[in-house]
């Protein structure tokens, strides 16, 4: 009669340690989870404003280029000599990019 009880007793203490190491499974795969979704949504934030500072800066160099065709322009219209300012402008894309 004992030995049944402590049987039980055992098998019961079993369980509930096996039930124990299941939920902190569960609470440490909730956990890791959580983690990798935080790594991924920062991961997607910074494409998304890398995204966004190059269009800025794209925008930027179209406004300086379009700044500088229209200088040549104005400069070619006053019988200026426009060509070490081209090539300037080349090197500078070049330096640049």
Excluded: C
Aim: charged share 40%.
């Amino acid at each position: 009669m004992r030995s049944d009880e402590l049987q039980v007793a055992e098998a019961m203490e079993k369980q509930d340690t096996r039930q124990r190491n299941e939920e902190m499974k569960e609470y440490l795969r909730k956990q890791m989870e959580a983690r990798h979704k935080k790594a991924e949504d920062e991961f997607k934030a910074n494409l998304e404003e890398a995204a966004r500072t190059q269009a800025l800066l794209d925008q930027q160099e179209k406004g300086f280029y379009s700044y500088a065709e229209q200088a040549v322009k104005e400069w070619q219209q006053k019988g200026k000599n426009v060509t070490p300012l081209i090539l300037e402008l080349k090197n500078y894309k070049k330096k640049v990019f």
